[in-house]
């Protein structure tokens, strides 16, 4: 009878330590997953302006605007696209950058109406959010073929930018329209892609008629509570049991010096034999 019930007690001193590491571990993992942290980023000032088809002698600091038109002779209604910048270095580095929206405040849609424009209560237009992938300064700096000017200029007039990461489809004055880039802004947090920024742009420009949307721009209109922001949530980061190892072994090694004593125990204890042959 003390043998099955040696063999028992073994069986359970291997089991139930496992067991309570496997579900302190898994735990662990909901609870990290859990602990997120928020933070809200505005741009730098000098990094949020808007440049003009063809205009390589202006670009708009106030407001952010996102135009498509017909003209291509530095006057209105021509293509323009909004350009803007986050700096990711106040974020805490080792995180994992769980969601990011950019946040823009419509302060104006219009159409043009041959002389002037025109306010509108709505517009229906696509803006698009693309990444930017070559590096630019700023005021007085960045044109419609100039990036830095007059060192750099961009590989394509207009700049240069990945394929959309996001859109919106529909524009009301007074109103916050968001745009999901997280994907942008872990790549840029994680260090795997440069941060340049975004452009934002009319997915048609060219528009025979011309419109127009005009975003809050830091102190533009109203206080810089409606400015731009980008909000970023960040997670724990990516679980990796290689650091419980040491706990993992001392385990093992717990269990296998309890193994071992039960079954020495059990053979002081049984009368030695000798075989016949």
């Known amino acids: 009878m003390m043998a099955p019930l040696a063999l028992r007690l073994s069986r359970s001193l291997v089991a139930i330590p496992l067991t309570l590491l496997f579900f302190a571990s898994f735990a662990g993992a909901v609870?990290?997953?859990?602990?997120?942290?928020?933070?809200?980023?505005?741009?730098?000032?000098?990094?949020?302006?808007?440049?003009?088809?063809?205009n390589n002698h202006a670009s708009v600091e106030q407001p952010?605007?996102?135009?498509?038109?017909?003209?291509?002779?530095?006057?209105?209604?021509?293509?323009?696209?909004?350009?803007?910048?986050f700096d990711l270095s106040s974020l805490p580095k080792g995180r994992r950058a769980v969601t990011a929206t950019l946040s823009l405040y419509c302060i104006g849609a219009y159409r043009w109406n041959k002389t002037e424009w025109v306010m509108?209560?709505?517009?229906?237009?696509?803006?698009?959010?693309?990444?930017?992938?070559?590096?630019?300064?700023?005021?007085?700096f960045t044109y419609w073929d100039s990036a830095t000017y007059p060192d750099a200029p961009w590989n394509t007039p207009g700049g240069?930018?990945?394929?959309?990461?996001?859109?919106?489809?529909?524009?009301?004055?007074?109103?916050?329209?968001?745009?999901?880039v997280?994907?942008?802004?872990?790549?840029?947090?994680?260090g795997t892609q440069p941060n340049y920024g975004w452009l934002l742009k009319d997915a048609n420009e060219?528009?025979?008629?011309?419109?127009k949307v005009e975003y809050m721009n830091w102190f533009y209109v109203f206080g810089v509570e409606y400015s731009p922001r980008l909000v970023v949530e960040l997670g724990a980061p990516v679980l990796s049991y290689f650091p419980s190892?040491?706990?993992?072994?001392?385990?093992?090694?717990?269990v296998f010096a309890v193994?071992?004593?039960?079954?020495?125990?059990?053979?002081?204890?049984?009368?030695?034999?000798?075989?016949?042959?």
Do not use: K
């Open 182 to 190: 997280t994907e942008d802004v872990r790549g840029w947090y994680e």
């Open 120 to 140: 509108l209560p709505s517009l229906s237009r696509i803006v698009e959010v693309h990444r930017v992938t070559t590096d630019w300064l700023g005021w007085s």
């Open 64 to 85: 952010s605007v996102v135009t498509s038109g017909f003209r291509n002779d530095t006057r209105q209604p021509s293509d323009e696209r909004a350009l803007l910048e």
């Open 245 to 254: 190892m040491p706990l993992l072994l001392l385990t093992y090694a717990a």
């Open 31 to 54: 609870t990290q997953s859990r602990a997120t942290e928020t933070y809200v980023i505005q741009p730098c000032l000098s990094t949020n302006i808007s440049i003009m088809r063809d």
């Open 206 to 211: 060219g528009s025979p008629e011309g419109v």
């Open 160 to 180: 240069d930018f990945a394929p959309a990461t996001a859109s919106v489809n529909f524009e009301v004055p007074s109103q916050w329209n968001q745009w999901i």
């Open 259 to 277: 193994v071992l004593c039960l079954r020495l125990s059990r053979t002081r204890g049984q009368p030695s034999r000798i075989e016949e042959f």
